[in-house]
């Protein structure tokens, strides 16, 4: 078919075979502009030459870049009219169907797949939210257990603290009302020693115990035993603490 005929076929169809060459076209060029430019920085990178060096060296990489776009040039070519001649080409005797009937019949059919499309998005977001919905009432009901446990630890823990608070209070107060107590019972124990001597002191022992030596002797035996008396009545207040 000839060339009007076939322009006419490609944009009733909305198409553009010479867009879509050249497009790819440039992309090539693009890409042999983008590789030559890295080859150069990496190969001044690795040299490590001067800038004398360096001119050289990019002569030499657009010297090997001009010989590759000529080659690139004659084989893009070459695909250029393959594609014109054959993979876009309309075949002699192609009629092309009325663009108005065409469309109604496009729309119609599209409408058709639509509709039924839509219904089937539908019920799908419908599962999907339903779904999310059961999630969410789910996660709320554990987020709501997760925070009455998190306030009865938090109320368990205040607790006791508060209990090991008032024991440490007693515990004290109870510590220091026992000694208390036991300050009391040495003082009227020391008291009750004291009035002992002091009775024994007035009162001297008859017969043998009347000799000054010998009365020295039992006076200072009458003081060891209130001592021990009193030491072991001390002793045994402190284990009853």
């Known amino acids: 078919m000839e060339g009007s005929e076939s322009k006419a076929v490609f944009d009733a169809c909305n198409l553009n075979p010479q867009r879509f060459i050249n497009e790819v076209l440039n992309a090539a060029d693009d890409l042999l502009d983008g590789a030559f430019q890295f080859s150069l920085q990496q190969a001044s990178i690795i040299a490590g030459c001067g800038e004398q060096h360096s001119e050289e ?74 779904a999310v919905g059961r999630e969410s009432s789910e996660l709320h009901r554990e987020i709501q257990a997760l925070e009455k446990q998190t306030s009865l630890h938090n109320s368990y823990d205040a607790s006791i603290a508060e209990a090991l608070q008032l024991y440490e209070q007693n515990s004290a107060h109870e510590m220091f009302q026992e000694i208390r107590k036991a300050a009391l019972v040495l003082h009227s124990k020391a008291e009750a020693m004291q009035m002992k001597r002091t009775k024994q002191m007035e009162h001297p022992m008859t017969g043998k115990a009347n000799s000054p030596i010998k009365r020295q002797h039992v006076r200072d035996d009458h003081v060891l035993c209130a001592s021990l008396e009193d030491i072991q009545g001390v002793l045994t207040i402190l284990k009853n603490m």
């Open 57 to 130: 060296l990019a002569k030499g990489v657009s010297y090997l870049r001009n010989m590759t776009q000529e080659v690139l040039d004659k084989r893009m070519n070459i695909w250029e009219k393959y594609c014109l001649r054959h993979c876009f080409a309309v075949p002699e005797g192609f009629v092309l169907q009325n663009t108005k009937e065409l469309s109604v019949n496009n729309l119609s059919l599209q409408e058709g797949d639509s509709e039924a499309e839509l219904d089937s998005h539908l019920n799908y977001l419908r599962e999907k939210l339903t």
